[in-house]
């Protein structure tokens, strides 16, 4: 009998989770103006919301948050975290920051001015923020494959190079870099191959234009080249990771993900003028330049978290578990963005609930409808999440409309991805029942879907 495959751990710690009933959910989601991010976390049975600072901690990383050194300046910590980073990237100045928002804070605040234009494979909001924000623009230039989310290709979160290189052509004097995401989160935690990192440094070499890597989830996209890109099948991670990063000038890091830390993120650069110019407002913003926002154990437990995580059979462990869950919906029927993501799933609700209308928020109507059958809290990201025009101020309806279900690292078992299959399972045998969405009470300007109100219609 041939051998299953298993997980590349055991669990030596527990945390208890709650079931609830379905009375106490309908009431809980009212309260919480059908809006996931209003419950409380007690109220969840599995919480899907997000892969991010929701990781579990192995044993080495707990004892290196005992060894911390907590001095302000020069600490132990950061000199472990520092060699750690230059190691795997081969990036010499390194910054610390709080997390990977923080770390965009403070490059851009160097590099982004206003009229800038900054392409890339698709921004994340939070990218996007900061660069919008500095009144630059953020020009996707995802190839559009990656819209057709039935379509089955490898690495569907690469750059377009026609796109980018068009951009180039027309603007190059105002792009201060090229940004690319590993892996694409907004397109499906999709991955982006070695192939594809070679051609925009080679249309960025062509133009002068230094390139940064989005890189939260860099280690699950080297897994995605060893296991789908021919010539790296017996390459290393670490090998894996070397080879990427050269490719870039400079990196930001939301450790949060990859690095298997609840808080932390960095910037890493081999270009010392950008490291001079970053560092002034990582001081003003962070912290001083050896913690930038972080305890010297938070430090310590993301420098062996990035040295776990860069191992095969950690990231194989968790990926198996993600393309577990996919495997069941597939069973089931149920579309989602093919082939499974890194770090999620993203199903496709405009595909499921097909008597929603967009104006009704499918994505986010299937959302609410998954946590009352099951307690499961996925996230929207899709029209709610796309905010309006600014210009216009009409709902942005044009691109995807997608149910996240972001799956923590080295959390759940596979029983918990047989719960969520099943209750989604249920959600989608009423499908056609489910005619109605809802509606928007109360939103903020911008980035609405933290705190907007929702009624059901
Ligand atoms: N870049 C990417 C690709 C991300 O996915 C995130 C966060 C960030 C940057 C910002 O990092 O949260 O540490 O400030 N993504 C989380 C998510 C929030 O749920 O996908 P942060």
Known sequence: MEIPFAESW???????????????REQWIKEAHYNVFQLKAQQVYIDLLTDS??????????????????SYAGATSFFKFKDMITSLTGFEYVIPTHQGRAAENVLFSYLVHEGDIVPGNSHFDTTKGHIEGRKAIALDCTIDEAKDTQLEVPFKGNVDPVKLEKALAEHADRVPFIIVTITNNTAGGQPVSMQNLKEVRSIADKYHTPVVFDSARFAENAYFIKTREKGYENKTIKEIVKEMFSYADGMTMSAKKDAIVNMGGFIATHLKDWYEGAKGYCVQFEGYLTYGGMNGRDM??????????????NLET???????????????????????????????????LTHVPKEEFPAQTLTVELYLEAGIRGCEIGYLLADRDPVTRQNRFGGLDFLRLAIPRRVYTDNHMNVIAAALKNVYDRRE??????????????????TVQLERI
Request: proline share 4%.
């Open 300 to 313: 310590n437990a993301l420098a062996i978290g990035l040295d776990e995580n860069t191992e095969f059979n």
């Open 10 to 24: 055991k669990i030596k710690m527990v945390e208890p989770i709650h079931k609830s009933t379905r009375e106490e």
């Open 318 to 352: 968790r990926i198996k578990q993600v393309e577990y869950l996919a495997k069941k919906l597939d069973e089931y029927g149920i579309p989602y963005q093919r082939p499974a993501g890194g770090h999620a799933i993203f199903i496709d609700a405009d595909k499921v």
């Open 433 to 450: 029942q489910i005619t109605h969405g809802v509606r928007i009470a109360w939103e903020a300007p911008i980035m609405r879907h933290f």
């Open 53 to 70: 600072g929701t990781g579990a901690m192995s044993d080495r990383q707990w004892a290196g948050i005992m060894l911390g050194d907590e």
